[in-house]
């Protein structure tokens, strides 16, 4: 899109929140453009539980998330005097519905004797039947926490985030059988050629990938993570394993670097992955111009935002104390 487009839409965007006195705040897999104008109209582009953090200081009765559905429910568990919108209710995410409630219940009930710890992409449901909610970037500290304390623990739902974390920290996991669509399908001889032929290079890996590819990885992380290690890399060329989204971002903090998709195409393929999450990309211009509409607010029961509040709560506690603790310790 040129650039006076561009502007028009800004000034569209922004008559539109004020009117409705909203705020808008997108997730880094969001297209560029989205992104761009949620931080022109002084929102905020993060990682799903910063959007959600990010809510709780705003003054604005509305927000509109622009992400996928967990997103939003997270919001709204932290803001539940709030009315959230997200742009589409069906951008939903594979290991969100991998994980159905009663199926879950009933694969917790098996293991009784254990805490159950789920990644944030999970439905509000599930986050209130948990003990801890966790997100990438706490995961393994929490989980080392834990079992320092002689807790087992039942992890959901990506079985790739949770093998990583055990192999990171050896503790007693039983894990649940979900994975993104997007990172399940980089492909490591591909992944291998790509590093030789690039020779100077760095390789950013998401840890919803495979081990294989992790295996690969100069530096593994959450979304962030790999946004600051792309800012402060040396290497010219940068491949990275996570949805192409986050390009935005990176490109922006080091224009004069380039920047690879970690491939997803095998050897012979016919048909190709595009790195693409097709949830994320619902979130389009014209859906955040009509997002303020009873069919996209977030309606959650009460009992369910109080469940899942105390465990979401639990990790910001357990984070908080972890930054400080090792912000005394450096
Ligand atoms: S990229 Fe993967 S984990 Fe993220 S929302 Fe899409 S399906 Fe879910």
Not at 111 to 137: F, G, H, L, Q
Not at 297 to 318: G, P, Q, W
Request: net charge negative.
């Amino acid at each position: 899109m040129n650039e006076s487009n561009y502007k028009r839409r800004l000034e569209e965007v922004k008559k539109f929140l004020n009117v409705n006195d909203a705020k808008l705040i997108s997730h880094y897999y969001v297209d560029s453009e989205i992104q761009r104008l949620t931080e022109d109209t002084g929102g905020c582009v993060a990682d799903s539980l910063q959007m959600a953090k990010f809510g709780t200081e705003q003054t604005e009765k509305n927000l509109i998330i622009a992400g996928v559905r967990f997103m939003g429910e997270t919001a709204k568990i932290l803001n539940p005097e709030k009315k959230i919108y997200v742009l589409d209710k069906d951008a939903t995410c594979s290991l969100d519905d991998s994980c159905g409630v009663d199926d879950f219940k009933n694969f917790c009930d098996k293991y009784p004797d254990r805490d159950i710890v789920v990644y944030a992409n999970t439905s509000a449901e599930v986050k209130a039947m948990s003990d801890w909610v966790v997100t990438s970037s706490i995961a393994i500290p929490l989980v080392e926490n834990l079992a320092s304390r002689g807790k087992k623990i039942i992890w959901a739902p990506d079985k790739y985030l949770g093998s990583y974390i055990q192999d990171q920290t050896g503790v007693d996991m039983i894990m649940w059988d979900g994975a993104c669509i997007v990172h399940e399908e980089y492909k490591t001889i591909e992944l291998k050629k790509l590093i030789q032929e690039l020779g100077d290079c760095e390789v950013l890996v998401h840890p919803e990938s495979p081990r294989s590819i992790i295996q690969l990885a100069d530096v593994v992380g959450s979304t962030t993570k790999l946004i600051n290690a792309s800012k402060i890399s040396k290497s010219k060329n940068i491949i990275v394993a996570t949805e192409k989204g986050i390009f935005y971002q990176m490109k922006k903090l080091s224009p004069e670097k380039n920047f690879f998709e970690a491939p997803t195409e095998g050897e012979g393929a016919t048909c190709k992955s595009c790195g693409r999450c097709p949830w994320m990309h619902l979130n389009t211009f014209d859906k955040l111009m009509n997002v303020i509409n009873q069919n996209n607010e977030i309606h959650l029961d009460e009992k369910t935002v109080a469940h899942a509040k105390k465990s979401i709560n639990r990790m910001i506690e357990f984070e908080d104390k972890y930054y400080q603790k090792n912000k005394r310790a450096s």
